[in-house]
């Protein structure tokens, strides 16, 4: 199957972010992080 890569809006300091990356990690999840607190 093609699927889309995920996207994380996250800031560095935000523990649920940190949560939801290591979960998509752990289930092999293609994403990319973007960080919204940095340019």
């Not at 940190?18 to 990690?25: E, F, G």
């Amino acid at each position: 199957m093609n699927y889309k890569k995920v996207k994380v809006y996250a800031t560095t300091t935000c523990s649920y972010c940190i949560m939801v990356a290591d979960w998509l990690i752990s289930k092999k999840v293609a994403f990319e992080k973007i960080l919204v607190d940095q340019n």
